[in-house]
């Protein structure tokens, strides 16, 4: 069985960074292709990024596009997320997820995932 445990978030302040892990395990990893997404208060899950199964292809949202960074260690089941330059609107429930379709058009899609972690949140302070 898959799972997925996120860790990494807390509270900073704007203009910090702060990188997201997530540590893969059931499966192997090199199979999918891993995502992040997040969910403010009183809105949608959205998408911010994702990584191919081999690391060498990445896409980010235009919302951290700059200022977010995805990465991933095939050798130790984790995937991360770095973002940089954190404003207040980037506080929410950071989600990794689990594509095994691999990179491709739909990667954006939060159905396009079969397996998600639990979440951990990110607070930024102005």
């Known amino acids: 069985q898959v799972q997925l445990v996120e860790s990494g978030g807390g509270v900073v302040q704007a203009g910090d960074s702060l990188r997201l892990s997530c540590v893969f395990s059931?499966?192997?990893?090199?199979?999918?292709?891993m995502g992040w997404f997040r969910q403010a208060p009183g809105k949608e899950r959205e998408f911010v990024a994702v990584?191919?199964?081999?690391?060498?292809?990445?896409y980010s949202a235009c919302a951290v596009k700059g200022r977010g960074a995805i990465a991933r260690d095939n050798a130790k089941n984790t995937v991360y997320l770095q973002m940089n330059s954190l404003k207040p609107e980037d506080t929410a429930v950071y989600y990794c997820?689990?594509?095994?379709?691999?990179?491709?058009?739909?990667?954006?899609?939060?159905?396009?995932?079969?397996?998600w972690g639990q979440g951990t949140q990110v607070t930024i302070s102005s």
């Open positions: 997820a689990a594509d095994p379709r691999g990179f491709n058009y739909f990667n954006a899609r939060r159905a396009e995932y079969a397996y």
């Open positions: 990584i191919s199964r081999n690391g060498g292809s990445t």
């Open positions: 059931g499966d192997t990893f090199s199979s999918y292709a």
